[in-house]
């Protein structure tokens, strides 16, 4: 897991644009695992949880979009944060809110660094998606009570 403290502005440009797409590789990988770690029980909120992964999804595809934009390569290796998260109790749901909050504490970080499509992509869609789901990741949690 990152440690949201600790998060640096990633480099600028193509380099940039990469650092912040292995992180959502990342994050696609652990609600996959999470996901699949649920399939048969219950789960508190499964269809937040795939609407998740599905967002994350949609954001590699941008950033792999931003990426060739730039004449570059996207990066294809995730990033290793919440890749042992499974949806068996609280921690596990902790695990992926901690996850959130440092792609947030990224893209924020690289929001001062990133210029024209690319920051208008962290600034107006990724920023405020990665918002919600640290709110919604919240809730979840009171629910559980934890």
Do not use: C, K
């Amino acid at each position: 897991m990152i440690d949201e403290g600790n998060a640096r502005p990633p480099p600028g440009g193509i380099e940039g644009l990469n650092v912040l797409l292995r992180g959502e590789l990342a994050a696609v990988n652990a609600y996959q695992s999470a996901l699949r770690s649920a399939e048969g029980r219950v789960v508190v909120d499964a269809a937040g949880i795939l609407r998740f992964a599905s967002e994350h999804q949609r954001t590699v595809a941008a950033l792999q979009v931003a990426v060739r934009e730039l004449g570059g390569v996207p990066a294809s290796e995730a990033g290793t944060w919440g890749a042992f998260a499974r949806l068996r109790d609280t921690a596990s749901v902790r695990e992926l809110l901690y996850g959130e909050e440092a792609g947030l504490a990224m893209f924020e970080a690289a929001n001062g660094i990133l210029h024209g499509d690319a920051r208008e992509l962290v600034t107006l869609e990724l920023i405020p998606r990665q918002r919600s789901n640290v709110a919604e990741l919240t809730a979840i949690l009171a629910r559980l009570g934890a």
